[in-house]
């Protein structure tokens, strides 16, 4: 599977926008990514995915550079509740390939009242 | 359906005992994955299931371990013999087959401590 690199942690003001970094430089042209986040104790849960163009959902947004080497995920207003660990995830395209998730280190948010 | 769910949330056993786990994945996800989690890590794929087939097994799953799924529906996790380096979360995800777009719906995870 093609690596991915974030940064560890970042720290965020409340009410304040957060981009999230991820470079994804060996990505091949049929690989989505995936972003996910942990909170404390808890499962990881699906964020947002995209393949080449920019996507938004409720939760966020996701930016994705035109060479698909990086990508973005933006939450528009950080929250206390979103300190959580980011995960950006590369994922193939194949059916038959089972498609787990292969997690790395991720980044941890913090976020100041 | 309320998501997937995950059976105990926790389990606290002794070295050498036999332990296992439940996962109820969403109910027309017919793929469902096992992953295991230890402290500051991310998550590390164990196993995953296609309806009742088990189609991949991570090195990580030892012989020690073994999974089913036997009607498609639910699946369990057995881990024979526990060892301390066993402790860890245990997490259970779900989704559809379709490309590499779909997303995995994970469960709150049980958290097992070997003694």
């Known amino acids: 599977d093609a690596k991915t690199t974030q940064p560890n942690s970042m720290e965020s003001n409340e009410e304040e926008p957060v981009h999230l970094p991820c470079n994804h430089s060996t990505i091949s042209g049929t690989d989505y990514i995936h972003w996910y986040l942990q909170l404390p104790s808890q499962g990881p849960e699906y964020v947002i995915h995209?393949?080449?163009s920019n996507v938004n959902n409720r939760m966020a947004s996701l930016a994705i550079a035109e060479d698909r080497k990086s990508s973005t995920l933006i939450l528009h207003r950080a929250t206390l509740r979103d300190a959580a660990v980011y995960y950006c995830i590369l994922r193939g395209p194949n059916n038959n390939a089972g498609n787990m998730l292969t997690f790395g280190g991720g980044t941890r948010l913090m976020v100041k009242p | 359906d309320t998501g997937v769910s995950q059976n105990p949330r926790h389990k606290i056993t002794k070295r050498g005992q036999n332990v296992t786990f439940r996962c109820d994945p969403i109910?027309?996800?017919?793929?469902l994955y096992w992953y295991r989690q230890t402290l500051g890590q991310g998550p590390e794929f164990l196993t995953y299931?296609?309806?009742?087939?088990?189609?991949?097994k991570s090195r990580l799953l030892s012989d020690r371990f073994s999974a089913e799924r036997p009607k498609g529906s639910f699946s369990t996790l057995e881990i024979q013999r526990t060892e301390q380096g066993d402790s860890a979360m245990y997490l259970c995800?779900?989704?559809?087959?379709?490309?590499?777009?779909?997303?995995?719906?994970f469960g709150p995870g049980t958290r097992l401590t070997v003694l």
């Open positions: 109910s027309e996800h017919n793929r």
């Open positions: 299931f296609q309806n009742e087939a088990q189609l991949e």
């Open positions: 995209g393949l080449t």
């Open positions: 995800a779900s989704s559809l087959m379709t490309s590499g777009g779909a997303g995995q719906f």
